[in-house]
């Protein structure tokens, strides 16, 4: 459902909403012609502790800011990326020179529906992240037909409904004419943008009133495709299940007006729509996919709700996959013949979970050996046999800095 994409900053940013992806809809051909950047070579081990920046496979549910505060203990308890610290005066916590956690952010935030490569920096690797905030981006995302929401995805209740019979394939195609190149747009209403220092999401939570309208930011959407359409029988998404309130309504509308978001309908109009609604409800709706190169600061579900617009019809995000930021690629991404890039490729998050689960249970069995006297030998390492597969894994794809 956020993104997003999405308003994108480093690790300490706001965070929209979006919701987990089916990896059928990501190309899983090999890359064509295209080898792999490796970073460690064979029985070569930089010299630690190692600082640099790696991407990884962000699954759908979590935040951005959660899956890094699952990856910090265990990268700052590894050989390979703790900092030792030397210092004569040690504190008393660190009275045996105990490893620190290193610094670790992000370069771009995902919202937690959606998936895809998130950029990771891990000590003076934090310092390039704003090169990866700043840099062109590619997403597959899967918009349904029939209906919008509140925050343009599926994490939110349904806002309103809208007929979908007369929207084909080669509509969308037509429409997505309009959705490249130089573009002015606005950021969603349930959004992390700011005005006056608070977010435009805490606004329209509360059922604020905007100090002033939004101001619309320019974009760039470098490509624009229909990927797939999908007949109602065709797929398995569906619309939320909740529904806005008449209230919640009241508000959404409201504000979006004064936000500049939606143009003011008749009241002539405003009844056909919601007699549209009893048809439209119990419908299955089409769903279309879209694949989208688009500059920093563009929101993907902000996309989808005004194609779902161009073609008098709505729509929202159900899946939202960033598969490349700068050289990071999602396992399987297929580039185009003209793209002379080396490309490295992002870890799979089931990868790290399995080590991160490992993590906790030795670092459980550490603690039970302590508590019954004995101690814990402590090695360094001192070739690449040394390391954990993840440990080596992360060598491998990352960029040393």
Request: glycine share 6%; net charge neutral; with cysteine.
């Amino acid at each position: 459902m956020t993104t997003s994409t999405e308003t994108e900053q480093v690790a300490s940013s706001a965070k929209v909403e979006e919701r987990t992806a089916d990896k059928t809809d990501v190309q899983t051909k090999e890359i064509p012609n295209k080898p792999l950047k490796r970073s460690l070579e064979s029985n070569k081990l930089p010299s630690f502790p190692v600082s640099g920046i790696f991407g990884i496979v962000k699954p759908s549910g979590p935040s951005s800011m959660q899956i890094l505060d699952k990856l910090k203990p265990m990268l700052g308890k590894s050989k390979v990326f703790q900092s030792i610290n030397t210092n004569q005066q040690k504190s008393r916590r660190n009275r045996r020179g105990a490893g620190t956690i290193p610094k670790i952010g992000q370069g771009g935030t995902l919202d937690p529906l959606a998936d895809g490569v998130l950029v990771v920096g891990i000590g003076a690797g934090t310092k390039k992240l704003q090169q990866f905030l700043d840099c062109s981006k590619e997403y597959r995302t899967v918009g349904l037909l029939g209906c919008s929401t509140l925050s343009y995805d599926s994490e939110d209740p349904i806002l309103e409904h809208k007929p979908f019979d007369q929207v084909k394939a080669e509509g969308v195609k037509e429409v997505l004419r309009e959705f490249e190149g130089d573009l002015m747009q606005f950021p969603p209403l349930y959004s992390a943008v700011k005005i006056d220092g608070k977010r435009l999401l805490d606004y329209a939570r509360a059922g604020e009133d905007l100090p002033r309208p939004i101001e619309a930011r320019k974009i760039t959407i470098h490509k624009s495709s229909l990927a797939k359409w999908q007949e109602p029988d065709q797929h398995e998404y569906n619309a939320p299940s909740k529904e806005c309130s008449a209230e919640e309504r009241k508000i959404a509308k409201r504000a979006r007006r004064m936000a500049g978001l939606d143009g003011k309908q008749t009241e002539a109009e405003e009844e056909a729509a919601e007699s549209s609604e009893l048809t439209s409800k119990e419908q299955r709706a089409p769903a279309f996919t879209l694949d989208l190169t688009v500059s920093s600061g563009t929101y993907i579900r902000t996309i989808v709700h005004e194609v779902g617009q161009k073609l008098d019809s709505a729509a929202h995000v159900v899946k939202l996959t960033r598969t490349r930021q700068g050289p990071w690629v999602v396992p399987g991404y297929e580039s185009s013949p003209n793209d002379t890039a080396i490309l490295r490729e992002a870890i799979e998050w089931e990868v790290l979970e399995k080590a991160i689960s490992e993590y906790h249970n030795g670092e459980s069995a550490k603690k039970r050996k302590t508590e019954n006297g004995q101690t814990q030998a402590t090695n360094d390492v001192q070739d690449d046999q040394d390391l954990q597969e993840w440990e080596r894994l992360i060598l491998e794809r990352m960029e040393i800095c």
